[in-house]
């Protein structure tokens, strides 16, 4: 099993390029997530996805895009790098799950993105 | 708003000993998940455990178990005969579902380096 998959592993920019952070799972999963960690810190919710079509911001979604065209992948756009964006950045999916159905629930995540802009 | 705190940037244990973690939360929400998280150097975070707040009983999985206090709002992690391959950061997480639409969203602490010395 793939589970999450999260290209590329490591990328430097110059400020002021863009890039697309890709993500695929093969689960079905209805919801996908993007965090950023900065060093010393937790995850903070960039944006995220409850389904095909539909996306919502999270706590620190400024300087960023992303779509949700189909199931299996949530790409993260970049438009315009700023030095405040170097960071490592993960995506994460999970089934939709309530109390009666989510035994199994938890966050998948993918490996990583180690990211920094000069 | 909901927060997650980790006090402890930083443990030590030795090889076979036990540890704990520290985690408290901040809500007034009652029905919650709440999970612990490793990330080893490679990067990859790893489900340790998890609590649905309804259960009263502490969850365990083999070396690794919780002491959840629902009141207190603390859920911390206790790791039975150390191993050094448990040398990681670990990050508390809670989950709260928003609202009756099937969306949630998972608030993570700033973690805690764990240490496992031979």
């Known amino acids: 099993n793939a589970g999450v998959t999260q290209t590329p592993k490591f990328r430097i920019l110059k400020i002021g390029q863009s890039m697309t952070l890709q993500c695929a799972q093969d689960m079905n999963h209805n919801y996908m997530y993007w965090y950023r960690q900065d060093p010393g810190m937790g995850l903070k919710l960039i944006y995220y996805s409850v389904g095909a079509g539909i996306t919502d911001k999270g706590e620190v979604p400024n300087g960023y895009n992303v779509s949700r065209s189909t199931t299996e992948d949530f790409p993260l756009r970049l438009e315009l790098a700023a030095p405040s964006q170097t960071s490592v950045y993960f995506c994460?999916?999970?089934?939709?799950?309530?109390?009666?159905?989510?035994?199994?629930?938890?966050?998948?995540f993918g490996s990583g993105t180690q990211l920094s802009v000069l | 708003a909901q927060t997650v705190t980790q006090s402890q940037p930083e443990m030590s244990v030795q090889e076979a000993e036990t540890v704990t973690l520290s985690c408290t939360y901040d809500t007034s929400e009652s029905d919650y998940y709440l999970f612990w998280y490793k990330q080893p150097p490679s990067r990859q975070m790893i489900l340790v455990i998890r609590q649905e707040a309804y259960k009263q009983q502490n969850a365990t999985e083999n070396r690794f178990s919780v002491n959840f206090q629902k009141a207190a709002k603390s859920f911390s992690l206790k790791i039975s005969d150390s191993q050094l391959g448990d040398a990681a950061m670990y990050f508390c997480a809670y989950r709260r579902m928003l609202g009756t639409s099937g969306t949630y969203k998972y608030i993570f602490g700033t973690g805690t380096r764990l240490k496992v010395l031979a």
């Open positions: 994460a999916s999970s089934r939709r799950g309530d109390r009666g159905g989510s035994t199994n629930e938890k966050l998948f």
